[in-house]
C-alpha cells in the first residue's frame, strides 16, 4: 500500500503542549479507528509552524476522508517514492 507525507500548516505547532499534543493524537485516532484498517498513521513530525505526518494508505481520499472527519488541515500530500538513508551510499 502507498505511503504519503502529509504537510498541514499548523502555526505555532512547535509551542503546542504535550497535552494539546496528545489531544490531537487521540482524535486522528479515532478517526482511524472508525475509518478501518484500510489507513494508517505512523508517526509525525513536528516544527515551528507545520506537523508533517507519514501515513500508509490505498489513496489520498482516504488520507482526505480522515482530515476532514478530524478537522485537520491539509495543505499538501506527497506519495513517498522511495527512502533513502546513509545505508543507500553503500
Known sequence: MPKYIIERDIPNAGSLSAEQL?????????VL?????H?????SYVTDNKIYCI???????AIREHAGQGEFPVNRI???KTIIDPTTSE
Open 22 to 30: 496528545q489531544q490531537i493524537s487521540q482524535k486522528s485516532c479515532t
Open 33 to 37: 479507528q472508525n475509518m478501518g484498517p
Open 39 to 43: 489507513i494508517q498513521w505512523l508517526e
Open 55 to 61: 501515513y500508509i494508505a490505498p489513496d489520498e481520499s
Open 78 to 80: 506527497s506519495q513517498i
